[in-house]
């Protein structure tokens, strides 16, 4: 029987994610920063993992962001909102990270938004 290949890429991604979450687990001192890349969007949360909390979170999509940038999806956006999301762990007393990249790989948007974190001090 023939698989729909949607199905077929939501399964390699629910692979992949299983794979990445083994190893990346975020605490108080030290959360997991995600990373969730839509179609028009960015979003980026810290979550302790041991509690199941999210600590701090930005996107592209809130409002103040959308007043200062026409596009939300080009890679000078990302670096903004690494420069956001850094400047909040910051004022949380949170110097270094780990980072999750989701299912999307290390390279443009994603890239650019963990390079800009680490501009702003975080260390991962």
Known sequence: MLKDKTKIQSEREA???RRIRRTVRGTAER???????????VYTQAVNDETGT?????CTLEK?????????KNLSSCEALG???????????????VFDRGTSPYHGRIKALAEAMRKNGLVF
């Open 31 to 41: 959360p997991r920063v995600h990373v969730f890349k839509s179609n028009r969007y």
């Open 83 to 97: 420069e956001m999301l850094a400047q909040r762990l910051k004022a949380m007393n949170i110097a270094a990270i």
């Open 64 to 72: 103040g962001f959308r007043e200062q940038r026409k596009n939300t």
């Open 54 to 58: 999210i600590l701090a979170s930005a």
């Open 15 to 17: 692979r992949l994610r």
